[in-house]
Structures are given as C-alpha cells and as structure tokens.
C-alpha cells in the first residue's frame, strides 16, 4: 500500500488524467468523423442517389427488350394457335386432291376414277363368283366402287404419315448438328432433303423449293403442316416459325424438340403394345361369323346354301353383313387410341 502511494505522486496523477481525457477525447471525434475520412459518407449518399435516381433509357434496355421478345413470341404463338385451329377443320374438309397427294400418289382425280371404276368390275366379277347372285354382285360391286378405292387411299396416307414420323427426329437431329457447327438453317434444310429417306426428303425438298421461289423460310415451313397434317410437324413448323421472329437459339430448342419425337415414338410403341391383345380379341370376334359360315357350307352346304340361292335368304344375309359391319366399327372404335 505505501508502495503504491509512493507511485501516485500529484504529478503522475494529473498525467495519467490528462491521458485518459484525450483518448476519450480522440475517440469521440474518430467517432464523429470516420466516415468522413473513409469516404463510406460519400460512397452510402452516392449509393443512395443511385438508388433514388429514375431509369434512364439505357437501364430500362435490357427489361424491355425481355418484354419485348416475350410478348412477340406470345403473339406468334397466338397465332400458330389460330392457324392450327383453322388447320384443324379444314382437314376433316380435304379434297380429294389433297388426300391424294397426302397419300404421296402421282394421280389426278381422273386416275382415282378410273382406278375406282376398274375396281368395281373386280369385285363385281368376284361376288359374280361367291355369291351367283345379280344383288350379291352389285353390292359387290358398290364396295368395289365406293369403299375400296378410299380405304386403299387412307392406307396408304396412314402408312406415309407413320414413315414420316419414323424419319422426322434423324431430319431433326441433322438440323440440329448442322446449327451447332455454324451452318445457316437453310443449309441444313437442304442436306436433309438430300440425304433423308422418302416421305421426309421429299416434303423437305418442297420446302427447298418454295425458298427458291422467294418464299420465306418461316412461311415455307408453315406449308408443311398442311401437306402433313400431323402435330409433331405443326411442333417443327412452331419452332421454325419462332425462332425466325423471335430469336433465340435453334440448336436447343430443335434438340428438345427431338427428344420430344423420339418420347411420343416411344410412348406409341407402348400404348400399341398394351392394346394388341384387345386388338386380337376384336380381330377373332370379327372373324367368328365367317369362319362359322364356311364351317357350315363344309358341313351342311345345303342348310347354309339358302342364304346365297334365295331372295329371303339374300335379304338376310345383306342385313346381317350391314349389322357385323357396325359392330366391327365399334370394336374398331373401342381398340383404337388417340395419342
């Protein structure tokens, strides 16, 4: 204790007073003015003033333009929605030349005729020969006529949409490639109407064709959904259509457009795989009359003759053919799915 009052001699006290006022001092003005001398007062109040201050044209760019491309590919694809619509009623009206060029046949309407006509002899002759009846042949000859010709149309526009769907996601990814490695579209348009197999290499080559008319690339497209009326080619058409207005990079969006293909593809696959046994039960239950009829004329020809030799039995057997024709249709109607 007496060392320590031996220390705190008055001059040493007020020293040491003195010392503490100014740091406290020092303190409060480092305190005060710190942001000052750091320029974090002038940097907050510039920050601020930045904040505060209106977009001028060149901030607000960048925004609008984003608005800008999102609205325009909305309105295309309003557009494209109402062409599609309007696509959509004029198919169940095609004419006849529509369906035959579909069908990918180099006929007129004239060779459909003629085709129908030599048809309807065909079978006249044949139900000449099962049925020795005048009626018998001539509604014989009316199938051949009237049903035959535009079953065989439909068969074969059915089997040029399904090689065409087969076809589409190589033309695809040949675009796709041509893009990433900086070939115009038109170029690569061009490579798959040469390189890809028909149906998809000659609808292509139209397309070829109608630029070198002065067509545009997007309107030249457009034309594709009308020759083949199926949504994976109104899909590309979309596409096309898009990016040519709107901008935006083709190689991806065609890429996903392929994946897209090529998952409806598989997805067809399964759902035919699922209904084949239905198709078998409906395709057995069809066959059933027919099988027992020739059973019968095996069996007992004379029993089974009556409905070929007389008027009654003709008349029977016109009704029960016209009944087994709508329950084919049904069951056609029940084992097929839209997808």
Not at 199 to 209: A, C, D, H, L, T
């Amino acid at each position: 204790m007496d060392l320590l009052q031996s220390f705190l001699t008055p001059g040493v006290t007020t020293f040491a007073v003195a010392a503490l006022v100014a740091l406290s001092i020092g303190g409060i003005i480092y305190a005060l003015f710190e942001p000052i001398l750091s320029g974090s007062k002038k940097r907050d109040e510039r920050l601020g003033q930045i904040s505060a201050r209106p977009a001028t044209a060149a901030d607000r760019r960048p925004g609008r333009d984003a608005d800008r491309r999102r609205k325009s590919v909305q309105d295309q694809l309003k557009e494209l929605e109402d062409k599609q619509k309007a696509r959509a009623k004029q198919v169940s009206k095609l004419s006849l030349n529509a369906r035959i060029e579909q069908a990918g046949l180099n006929w007129e309407r004239k060779h459909f005729i003629y085709f129908s006509v030599a048809s309807a002899v065909v079978f006249f002759v044949l139900g000449l020969v099962i049925t020795a009846s005048m009626l018998g042949s001539l509604a014989f000859a009316f199938v051949g006529a009237f049903g035959f010709p535009r079953w065989y149309l439909g068969h074969r526009r059915k089997k040029r949409f399904d090689a065409f769907l087969n076809e589409l996601p190589n033309a695809v990814d040949i675009i796709v490639r041509g893009v990433k490695s900086g070939l115009p579209v038109g170029d690569c348009i061009k490579v798959v109407a040469a390189e890809v197999r028909d149906p998809v290499g000659s609808e292509f080559r139209k397309i070829v064709e109608a630029q070198m008319m002065g067509i545009t690339l997007s309107e030249a497209v457009g034309r594709l959904p009308d020759r083949i009326p199926l949504p994976e080619a109104n899909f590309f058409a979309i596409v096309i259509a898009i990016q040519q207005q709107a901008g935006g990079g083709l190689a991806e969006a065609l890429g996903n457009l392929s994946k897209v293909l090529r998952s409806r593809k598989s997805m067809k696959g399964k759902i035919k795989a699922l209904s084949t046994e239905a198709k078998s039960s409906a395709m057995i239950i069809g066959a059933l009359p027919f099988i027992m009829t020739g059973l019968l004329f095996m069996v007992a020809p004379d029993y089974i003759g009556v409905l070929f030799t007389e008027t009654v039995g003709n008349y029977i057997l016109a009704v029960s053919l016209f009944w087994m024709f709508i329950g084919v249709m049904v069951m056609r109607k029940m084992v097929n799915f839209d997808f």
